[in-house]
């Protein structure tokens, strides 16, 4: 179940069409959904829009697409948007469907070479040295509170796994300001990549922040790969689409690659880690599993 009530729906898209002096929509095609989101198409007399719904951590996505829209970064237009309890509801421009999925590496690193821009976002979260730095207590914490709450049941292996990161964080988390740095998507998956005959867009843009580029270019591979070929693929196509050229430099003494994927699975291991502990939906064991592999992986990857 993902706990989304049509009707709560239903209401939902009445409220945003009236903020947006728009008639109410006459029936709704779920496009998408999981409960944390969905999105659905809403039809209109004479047109379509797109309803968005989103609980924490994704309910700030209306904010993110005014400063990204703002920043000049193509995102869907932003018609209207309210809270309903913990639901955030947003109704966006339909830009149809998809013509076709991204090119890897090419069109996403082009992609991502667009956005990465060498500004902040204001009000928006930070990923810096110091963040990384302390990532390791951050994820002890978590995993102390997981086993607290039963969701972990012997985390023996994880406050192993934890301190051997905690004890080569300090010497790897270095140079994560070094450019790309600045606007970055969080989780720049290839579906967040929409090309229609619309042009092309970035979707799915509530984790948007201030980070390093290099994280995002290693989320276009998912959070189960260690590919170090594939990211240098990536790294080099980013660069020959007109990323900064500091995204092929060493950090910390690390290839980029090694650098770029064993990060990224200590920023996945935190978001398991945090669904894990989150008392507002039933725990899914998956996500403690995850938690563990990813820090495997990133051990492995950063030592």
């Known amino acids: 179940m993902n706990g989304w009530h049509p009707a709560e729906l239903e209401r939902l898209a009445a409220d945003l069409c009236q903020a947006a002096h728009l008639p109410a929509p006459t029936r709704a095609d779920t496009i998408r959904e999981w409960h944390l989101s969905g999105v659905r198409r809403l039809h209109l007399p004479g047109r379509t829009l797109i309803l968005k719904y989103a609980r924490p951590p994704f309910a700030n996505e209306p904010r993110a697409l005014a400063t990204l829209a703002a920043a000049g970064i193509p995102v869907p237009e932003l018609h209207a948007h309210t809270r309903h309890g913990t639901t955030t509801g947003m109704l966006l421009t339909d830009l149809g469907p998809a013509l ?3 090119s890897l590496p090419e069109t996403a690193a082009a992609a991502a070479a667009h956005l990465h821009r060498p500004d902040p976002l204001p009000g928006h979260p930070t990923i810096n040295t110091d963040t990384l730095k ?18 972990i049941a012997d985390p023996g292996e994880l406050h192993t796994t934890l301190k051997r990161l905690d004890h080569i964080t300090a010497r790897r988390a270095a140079d994560a300001d070094r450019p790309p740095y600045g606007i970055c998507h969080g989780e720049l998956h290839p579906t967040a990549i929409h090309i229609s005959a619309a042009g092309q867009h970035i979707l799915d843009v509530p984790l948007a922040h201030t ?15 260690t590919n170090v070929p594939a990211m240098d693929a990536l790294i080099n196509a980013h660069v020959q689409a007109g990323g ?38 039933t725990v899914d064991q998956s996500d403690t599993a995850a938690a563990e592999r990813q820090l495997r992986a990133a051990v492995d990857l950063l030592e």
């Open 100 to 102: 076709r999925a991204p």
């Open 134 to 151: 302390d990532a390791p207590g951050r994820a002890l914490a978590l995993v102390d509170q997981a086993h607290a709450t039963g969701a």
């Open 211 to 225: 980070g390093p580029g290099l994280l995002d270019l290693a989320s276009i591979l998912g959070m189960r790969t």
């Open 244 to 281: 900064h050229r500091d995204t092929q430099a060493p950090r910390a003494g690390l290839a980029p690659a090694r650098w770029a994927l064993g990060w990224h699975r200590v920023i996945s291991a935190l978001w398991h880690l945090h669904q894990a502990t989150d008392q507002t939906h």
